[in-house]
């Protein structure tokens, strides 16, 4: 059922007011209603923040729009959870605004120096002068690379899932993602624009990985957990990249139990 209360926030997400802590969620550029039993859940516990990305702001626009919602609502420290390209944007966040962190949740991604696709910025300069549909196809291949390759069960969820996702993003959003990725990618390891200092955030940080996560294979999960070695790391084994909605029960509890610590 729909929470009681929704309220609309500049980038589209939506907030569910609860109780004292809030937490922030890094998704996409679209609503993923796949993604509200996670909310949903998170909500008996938080305030619940779910931003969809704005094409066109740049990684450290996304993390300082972040920043400014939370800014607007009275939230001083917020639990922050990332998940694929959530995850850079989360990290971006916790480097730029330090203080504004609780704790982190890094899941299924990866670091500067693990992004999941090479050579970008090539990618980026061919896909920007082909036409929407061919870039559409493009984007939808990897993402079946990611998601579907191995799913076994979980392929028709997944295929009708990302068809679905992909009606809803043009081709400015696709590159712009892009063009993100491609910027967090060239970062030093150990700092953000505009921050100087450790990557290390001093919040409490968890890690989730997937065994089978074809976005980022072990020696990307090993790189990031080099780049956090203080991190409490959780292997999902047999899962892919989605764990997040074909195991949603466990990472659930999972999160839950990592944000309720004092």
């Known amino acids: 059922t729909e929470p009681d209360l929704w309220v609309g926030l500049p980038f589209g997400q939506r907030v569910h007011w609860s109780d004292d802590h ?22 008996q516990d938080f305030r619940v923040i779910a931003p969809a990305y704005p094409a066109g702001a740049g990684m450290a626009g996304l993390a300082d729009g972040l920043a400014a919602i939370l800014d607007a609502e009275g939230v001083t420290q917020a ?43 090539v990618l980026i300069r061919v896909l920007a002068v082909l036409p929407e549909s061919v870039v559409r196809f493009l984007t939808g291949w990897n993402w079946h690379r990611w998601f579907v390759h191995g799913a076994q069960d979980d392929a028709v969820f997944w295929n009708r899932l990302l068809t679905d996702i992909l ?41 989730i ?6 976005a980022f294979p072990p020696q990307a999960r090993a790189a990031l957990r080099a780049l956090y070695p203080a ?8 899962a892919g990249h ?11 509890d999972t999160v839950r139990e990592f944000l309720r610590r004092p």
Request: avoid cysteine.
């Open 22 to 43: 809030a937490s922030i969620l890094p998704v996409v550029r679209q609503r993923v209603h796949e993604l509200d039993p996670l909310i949903e859940a998170l909500e």
């Open 79 to 121: 639990d922050v959870l990332g998940s694929s390209f959530g995850g850079f944007v989360a990290q971006v966040f916790a480097r730029r605004h330090p203080g504004r962190v609780r704790r982190l949740v890094l899941a299924n991604t990866g670091g500067p120096a693990a992004a999941p696709l090479p050579l970008l910025p």
């Open 167 to 207: 009606r809803q993003l043009g081709k400015e959003d696709l590159l712009s993602a892009l063009r993100e990725m491609s910027d967090f990618a060239q970062l030093p390891a150990g700092e953000a624009p505009g921050v100087r200092g450790s990557a290390v955030p001093p919040a409490p940080l968890l890690l």
């Open 209 to 214: 990985e997937s065994e089978r996560d074809e």
């Open 231 to 238: 991190a409490e790391v959780r292997l999902f084994a047999g």
């Open 242 to 252: 989605g764990v997040m909605a074909t195991r949603t029960a466990e990472y659930i």
